[in-house]
């Protein structure tokens, strides 16, 4: 049964003229992965964070590579997850051009495999690794694979052609980095969008849950409540598959 709120969203997204969405980890833990901070489940109750920043990997990659194997593997895991109904939703609202781009805060893929075309991945992705001395590109598959058999920390084969030490990294964002210019052309997708609807995000992680300010108008869709509810025009706490499902299909009766 449609909700109330779903019939509303779906008129927000008739009537605006330019839709953003940007995604957090509460939309795909109905894909099995876990989000970051849900107190007992989150990632960051089973690593520790700190130990995982650009810092540590520039001052000191063996040990960065030994503290942080265990999560790099668990991170090459959730390669195997699937999309869910929100991914499939998301996709589906872009073929039909009520939705021109996804941001996404995961590294999962999952808009990707799903079929979205036009996402921002603001904070990297599990498909690529480069070397930080001659920038050359490999696969995150590759860098795992070096770990994994003992190479500590893994190196650029390129550059040990050369007689070089280049070591590797994974294409993504960590604790301490800068964000890549991908984030740039995601805040100009904002400022130009008439309406942003965030999908399980707490919006507590800088400086993506800035991303509102810059638009005119913003809906939250997450299970929990946030500290943006009260300058939302909606704020529904709805599992993001189900909201959006919902969504789609109020959205499909007029198509």
Not at 181 to 188: D, G
Request: hydrophobic share 35%; proline share 4%.
């Amino acid at each position: 049964m449609l909700t109330g709120k779903a019939k509303l969203i779906a008129r927000h997204l008739r009537s605006s003229k330019k839709t953003v969405v940007l995604t957090g980890a509460g939309i795909s833990t109905e894909s099995g992965i876990p989000d970051f901070r849900s107190p007992g489940s989150g990632i960051w109750t089973k690593f520790d964070p700190y130990l995982m920043t650009g810092e540590a990997l520039y001052t000191d990659p063996k040990n960065f590579y030994e503290n942080g194997l265990k999560f790099l593997e668990f991170l090459y895991s959730i390669k195997n997850a699937e999309p869910n109904k929100a991914h499939l939703a998301l996709a589906e609202l872009e073929r039909l051009e009520l939705v021109s781009a996804v941001i996404t805060q995961n590294i999962d893929g999952l808009h990707r495999k799903a079929g979205s075309k036009n996402i921002f991945e603001i904070h990297g992705n599990l498909e690529e690794a480069y070397c930080m001395r001659c920038k050359s590109k490999t696969t995150f598959d590759e860098l795992v694979k070096k770990l994994s058999g003992g190479q500590i920390p893994p190196l650029c084969d390129l550059c040990s052609q050369r007689g070089r030490k280049g070591i590797l990294r994974p294409n993504l964002v960590l604790f301490g980095d800068i964000l890549p210019s991908s984030f740039k052309s995601a805040t100009r997708e904002v400022k130009t969008s008439s309406l942003l609807i965030v999908v399980g995000s707490s919006l507590e992680v800088y400086p993506a849950n800035r991303l509102p300010a810059n638009c005119r108008s913003f809906i939250i869709i997450n299970r929990e409540e946030t500290g943006y509810d009260s300058h939302a025009e909606i704020a529904w706490h709805e599992n993001a598959g189900k909201a959006l499902e919902q969504i789609l299909k109020e959205l499909l009766k007029v198509q």
